[in-house]
């Protein structure tokens, strides 16, 4: 099965990015083989719809589960409405928590755990003032 991990780096001892939609990389690893694809999350800078669009790439690699931090609520819909579970309050690095999800120790969340627009760097998006 294919799992995607929010990660900081693009390796299997990358740590847990703590956000879906605006994290670094993506790791897409198959969970039997512990192969891999790290995908730079180019939506990471957009000023709106991260999480929707980080959605549609993970769905498009083939992830079944994504393990992460955090999720806000416009990346957990476009998740569910692509049947792909999300599991948060991940944490400690890419391999350790994909063995974590394999012995059972994380379960999918059933709602977004944190408000749109999570991890945006101040100064930007909706509400901010510019200067």
């Given at each position: 099965?294919?799992?995607?991990?929010?990660?900081?780096?693009?390796s299997?001892?990358?740590?847990?990015?703590?956000?879906?939609?605006r994290c670094?990389?993506?790791?897409?690893v198959?969970?039997?083989?512990?192969?891999?694809?790290?995908?730079?999350?180019?939506?990471?800078?957009?000023?709106?719809g991260?999480?929707?669009?980080?959605?549609?790439?993970v769905?498009s690699?083939?992830?079944?589960?994504?393990?992460?931090g955090?999720?806000?609520?416009?990346?957990?819909?476009?998740?569910?409405?692509?049947?792909?579970?999300?599991?948060?309050?991940?944490?400690?690095?890419?391999?350790?928590?994909i063995?974590?999800?394999?012995?059972?120790e994380?379960?999918?969340?059933?709602?977004?755990?944190?408000?749109?627009?999570?991890?945006?760097?101040?100064?930007?998006?909706?509400?901010?003032?510019?200067?």
């Amino acid at each position: 099965m294919k799992i995607c991990v929010t990660a900081v780096s693009g390796s299997l001892d990358a740590q847990i990015d703590p956000r879906f939609g605006r994290c670094s990389y993506f790791l897409i690893v198959d969970s039997e083989t512990m192969e891999f694809e790290a995908v730079s999350n180019i939506a990471a800078g957009s000023m709106s719809g991260a999480g929707i669009q980080a959605a549609q790439m993970v769905a498009s690699k083939g992830a079944r589960v994504v393990l992460t931090g955090n999720i806000g609520p416009n990346a957990f819909q476009a998740l569910s409405a692509a049947g792909i579970k999300a599991v948060t309050g991940a944490f400690g690095n890419v391999e350790e928590v994909i063995e974590k999800y394999k012995r059972g120790e994380l379960k999918e969340t059933s709602s977004p755990t944190v408000r749109g627009h999570f991890g945006m760097r101040k100064g930007r998006g909706r509400g901010s003032r510019q200067s």
